[in-house]
Structure formats: C-alpha cells, structure tokens
C-alpha cells in the first residue's frame, strides 16, 4: 500500500511538473496564426511593442490606429515610424503610410522584402481579400465585395466607398442648411440664397427641395425673396407622415410680420406633395436669431437665442436660450429661457423619447460649472417640460464652439465642433472634437482629429459615430472606420461641410456649400448647395 500511494504521490507531482514546463515551451504556439500586429507567446497572441486594438493600449501623447493597429504620435505622426529602413514614412491626413522602395512593400508600417519565389507569403490582404500573383511575379489583392485595394498599399483591402454628388442652387449665393431621407429614399434639401444685387440691395430666401433618389427634382417650395420678406432658415426636420418642418429667422413670411420686433423665429410646415400647409411666428419684444428645429413623439421643439423676455420669463443676460415646444400645427404648449449672465448661442437640437439636447457656446457660466475662457461649449439636457435635467460646460483658455449634437441608443450624447488648442483631457490633437456624455451627464471623453471644424454629427444602428466636417476639403470619417472620405469639387473649388445622415442601409449622406463645380454637374450662381451620396 505504501509503494502505491509512494507512486501515485509520484505521478501527481510529474504531471504538475510537466503542465507547468509546457506552459514555457515554445512548442505552445505551434499552429497559433495571430494577427499581423500581434505576437504569439506561450500560446496566446499578444499586442506587438507599438501596436494596438484601442486607445488604452497607446501612451496620453499617442492615438491607437484601428485600421493600422499602430499606436501614433499625435503631434508627428511619422514619428519613430522608420519603414524597417526600406521605405519613406508620408502623412496622410494625420496618418502615417510607409512608401517603399523598390524591392519592398508596405505591411502596416513596415517595408518587407518582396518574396520572388513565394509572392504572396505572409499577405492577408487585411483578411478581407485573397493574395495573387501577376504575370511579373508580384503579389496583389483581389478583394472580396465590399472592399478595394487601398491605392496607398495594393497589399491591403479597405472598405469600398463611392460618392456621387449632387449640385443644385439659384443664380444667387446659395447656402446649404440640412437635409433628411424618408423611407423611400427621397432626400429633402433646404438651402438659403441670398442676392446681394445694387438693385435690390439684398434679398433672402429659403427653398425646400424634394429629390427622388436619382436626384430628379420633385418639387421645389419657395419662401421670401422680395424686400418685404427676409427668410433665412436654420434647420429643418421630418415627421412620422414624411411631412416637412423648416425653422429660421424672418422679417415677414408668407404675409405675416414680426410679432413685436425687427426678426422672429418661424416654422413652416409643408406637406410630402410639396404643398404649403403653415407659417407660424414666435418671438419676444427683442430680435431672435436663429432657430433650430427637431421633432419626437409628433412634438415640434425649436430652439434659439433672444435678449427678450419670453412668456412671462425674464432674460438674465447678453442672450438666452429659449426653446419652445409646439404640437404639429405649430401650437405654442409650453417655452422657456434658459441661460447664464453672459451670452449663449444654440447651434443644434436633437430629440429623443422624452428628452431634448442642445449644443452651442457660452461666454457665461451655468449653474455647477466654471467658465474655462471665452467662448466655451455646452451640452444641454431637458425633459419634455423643458425643464433642465443637466447642463454642462467644458473649454480651453481659448474659444470653442459647439455645432452639432446626436444621441445613440443608449442614450450616450455625441457633441463635434471647433476647437482651437489641445483640451487637456484629450490625448490627440487637431480643430475638431468629438465630446461624449453619458445618460447621466457625466463625463465621458473627449477627442480631438486632424479636420477643420466638425459640423455634422450622428450615429448608425450600430452605435457608430460618424464625424462630417472640413473647410475647402470636406471628408467624413466613423469611430469604427478612422479613414477620412472625402468630396470635393473640381480644381479651384472649395466646399463647406453642414450635415450628415445614415439610412437604414449605411448609406450616407452628406451635404454642404461648394463655390466650385462636381464632375458631372452645373454650376448654378456663387455658390450652390451640394448632397453627396456615399455607398
């Protein structure tokens, strides 16, 4: 007994012993195939020195590449990057791509020598395409649908986007102002034209244009365009019935003048035939400027600024908030001011469910918050009733500023602008922003890209955020695909990024202000307004 309990004892201990020496075997990564920016150690693959799969795994001055998998400087991109000292690092609109010599090609930021005998060893193609070899015995990347070859590396596959761009306008200046797609794929576009003639000294209008998704004009509406009617319009949205809502600043619109003073805020509502269903007015004993509009729950929510009172509530400072809520016919329910001693400008309105979120900029301080310079950004929250559920103010010791806002389906708030120097709480540089709040208001990041000025904002099914902005080159990029896409016009144009919209499909949709002419189009006046669709 004591013999089998001695060579039990013993087996026990060997079998430990030699689970443990496995564990440091080499051997253990026989047959493990990792990807190309890991490595393979005692059997798991691990992140290579340099590499990364989000931004936890870079240093603050560094920004993880998801596309590359590499973390990069932020103020150099090229920084260390040495192509394995057979190739040239370029920047490629903030990322950095090794440009090889002869002999060599690009695997992520390396230059490996060309394999003669065995081509398209160790080429993945970025596991979205299969590796070939020509007839000069050189390897390339046949991609699978869905995919092209990036034209900066014929090794790797990247996603296929086209953009097709459409032009429309006046012989007037015309201005972009946004845009929405129904369920049929017909786009709505709303732009402002101006003409600033000695004649006429200066002649605003609004035009609402319904496109089938061809482009073949449906319908055009009309509003202002002579000396008793300024119309500019600021924004515009769609109901449930595909019934569509512009909302602005006027001097007088189809008959109807200010209420008390020089400019109010209007809604105007038009039915999906193109016919004009009504013009409401609202305003105080001062002048609004600008107005925004959003709708949820068959709700109308308008937001602006003003130096009045409004609906008995005083006006605390330079200029307020006010945000007015109204049902379907353009019904007055319920409105407030909302503000600090200084001066706040609105930019963008988003609603969901039973909240109401603004964006814009403040040269004041709201309640809990401190004002960090000029011009800081604020995120606003409100219930139904309007009242504030949070408020918050984030900035530099310069001026920033707020343009556009979006909500995901978890109710995180996605805030983009302009920013002129590096936040604090932010690991990248660049003009423009992407600041995120959670459901609650706290804090959550905020991330600055190599892009002038972020202008439009919103997000997928999959909670994707996608970024549209730029100023004479305009491009767009998501969270989940950093690389830029852009549009632009023929030499000697420059366009002006405003919106951008995602249907069910992923099809995006992008629009703004182009002084130039796109290929295949016609130049209209100044400047026209442009929809790009991007597949």
């Not at 950095?96 to 930021?109: M, S, V």
């Not at 509003?223 to 515009?236: L, P, Q």
């Not at 009242?387 to 918050?392: D, G, P, Q, S």
């Not at 995006?508 to 796109?518: A, E, I, K, R």
Request: hydrophobic share 30%.
């Amino acid at each position: 007994m004591k013999v089998f309990l001695l060579l039990v004892l013993l087996v026990f201990i060997t079998s430990c012993g030699d689970d443990k020496k496995s564990d440091n075997n080499p051997d253990a990564c026989s047959g493990i195939i990792c990807d190309e920016w890991k490595s393979c150690s005692e059997g798991t693959c691990l992140l290579k020195n340099g590499r990364c799969e989000s931004q936890n795994d870079c240093t603050q001055i560094e920004t993880c590449n998801v596309i590359l998998h590499q973390c990069i400087n932020s103020e150099d991109p090229c920084n260390g990057v040495t192509c394995s000292n057979h190739g040239t690092c370029s920047d490629n609109e903030g990322n950095p791509i090794c440009i090889c010599e002869t002999g060599y090609h690009a695997e992520g930021l390396s230059c490996l020598e060309d394999n003669i005998s065995e081509p398209c060893l160790g080429v993945t193609c970025s596991n979205h395409g299969t590796c070939q070899v020509d007839s000069l015995n050189k390897a390339y990347c046949e991609c699978e649908e869905g995919y092209e070859v990036d034209e900066n590396d014929n090794l790797k596959c990247i996603i296929k986007t086209s953009c097709i761009t459409h032009q429309l306008g006046t012989t007037d200046s015309d201005t972009f102002v946004g845009m929405f797609i129904d369920g049929e794929k017909n786009i709505y576009v709303v732009y402002n034209s101006i003409n600033e003639s000695e004649e006429t000294g200066g002649l605003y209008k609004t035009s609402v244009v319904k496109l089938s998704s061809n482009f073949e004009t449906l319908w055009t509406v009309v509003y202002g365009g002579n000396e008793n009617e300024f119309v500019s319009a600021d924004s515009t949205a769609i109901d449930s019935t595909g019934n569509i809502y512009i909302s602005g600043t006027t001097s007088g619109i189809e008959g109807q003048t200010p209420i008390s003073y020089e400019n109010d805020a209007f809604i105007a509502k038009i039915s999906t035939n193109g016919e004009k269903v009504f013009t409401k007015l609202y305003g105080t004993t001062s002048i609004e400027e600008s107005s925004y509009i959003a709708i949820t729950n068959d709700i109308i929510y308008i937001a602006g600024k003003t130096s009045g009172d409004l609906d008995e509530k005083s006006n605390i400072g330079d200029s307020d908030i006010f945000v007015i809520k109204t049902d379907l016919s353009g019904n007055k329910i319920t409105s407030n001011l909302i503000g600090t001693t200084g001066g706040e400008t609105p930019q963008s309105i988003f609603a969901k469910d039973e909240n109401i979120y603004l964006t814009g900029y403040s040269y004041g301080t709201f309640e809990n918050n401190e004002n960090y310079g000029d011009d800081d950004i604020f995120t606003l929250k409100l219930n139904t009733e309007l009242e504030t559920v949070w408020v918050k103010q984030i900035g530099t010791v310069e001026n920033e500023f707020g343009y556009a806002i979006t909500v995901d389906s978890l109710d995180n708030v996605y805030v983009t602008g302009e920013i002129y120097v590096k936040h604090d709480l932010s690991t990248t540089e660049g003009n423009t922003f992407l600041l995120k709040y959670d459901v609650d208001g706290n804090f959550v990041s905020i991330n600055q890209y190599l892009m002038t000025a972020g202008n439009g904002i919103c997000v997928d099914s999959s909670n994707d955020v996608f970024i549209f902005g730029g100023l004479g080159v305009v491009s767009y990029f998501s969270l989940n695909n950093p690389v830029k896409t852009s549009v632009s016009s023929q030499e000697g144009g420059r366009e002006i990024s405003k919106s951008i919209h995602i249907d069910s499909e992923g099809v995006v949709y992008l629009g703004g202000t182009t002084n130039g002419t796109f290929s295949g189009n016609t130049s209209f006046g100044k400047a026209d307004a442009f929809i790009s669709v991007c597949k």
